[in-house]
């Protein structure tokens, strides 16, 4: 893997904002990789990152990170059933690219 791509991946999600969530295609199109790049980022290098809040486009993650993740969600106030974070908690990519472009630092800009 890229190094650079995954450091950005990384930061990107880091930036998402408390009770919020953002869907691999949407980080995808911010880092300039493909959604199922970030998803193998976040599964072998998102444990130390805000995992819970990045999200299929339906809001879901795999069954076993939901537990966990409720837990998150409920202590941010993230909306979500059961089963899934609600569309109000998602941030589109307008928003994500301008979290990025004012506190975002490009690994690979240096």
Request: aromatic share 8%; hydrophobic share 40%; glycine share 10%.
């Amino acid at each position: 893997m890229d190094e650079v791509v995954v450091e950005r991946v990384l930061r990107i999600v880091e930036l998402v904002p408390e009770g919020s969530v953002v869907n691999y295609g949407t980080i995808g199109l911010v880092a300039s990789c493909s959604p199922r790049y970030v998803g193998r980022v976040m599964k072998e290098f998102g444990s130390n990152v805000t995992w819970w809040r990045v999200v299929n486009a339906a809001g879901v993650l795999p069954e076993a990170l939901l537990p966990a993740a409720r837990e998150h969600w409920d202590e941010e106030g993230t909306p979500h059933t059961h089963e899934k974070v609600s569309r109000s908690a998602f941030v589109d990519v307008e928003d994500l690219e301008e979290l990025w472009r004012t506190h975002g630092i490009d690994p690979g800009s240096g």
